[in-house]
């Protein structure tokens, strides 16, 4: 059964840069588009970034664009997103999806991913 999990988070001053980690187990990584969302406190989880399988393509939302960046590495089985310029904004746990996407006008949307990590804590301080 696939497992994800991740780490990399923490506190952060405002400015400061992070890099998150999710380790696929229990299936191949090459097979799965992956991708970041998180949940802030009081706010619905909302859609982050997305790499496609072999890294080809990927997506931001408007927060994350320019400042964050999501890279694969299939062999490691492992998926990073480098965040830099981080905003108290940014703050909330963050996770980690698995599935494949039909449509990338889609990519937003919950319903593509099966598998989902834990979450990982990622805090900005003002």
């Known amino acids: 059964q696939v497992q994800l999990v991740e780490s990399g988070g923490g506190l952060v001053q405002t400015g400061g840069s992070l890099r998150l980690s999710c380790v696929l187990s229990g299936g191949t990584l090459s097979t799965q588009d992956m991708a970041w969302f998180r949940q802030a406190p009081g706010k619905g989880r909302e859609f982050v970034s997305v790499?496609?399988?072999?890294?080809?393509?990927?997506a931001y939302s408007d927060s994350a664009k320019g400042r964050f960046t999501i890279s694969r590495d299939n062999a490691k089985n492992t998926v990073i997103l480098q965040m830099n310029s981080l905003k108290p904004e940014d703050t909330a746990v963050y996770y980690c999806a698995a599935g494949t996407i039909v449509n990338w006008l889609r990519v937003r949307l919950e319903g593509d991913y099966g598998y989902w990590g834990q979450g990982t804590q990622v805090t900005v301080s003002s």
């Open positions: 790499v496609s399988r072999f890294g080809g393509r990927t």
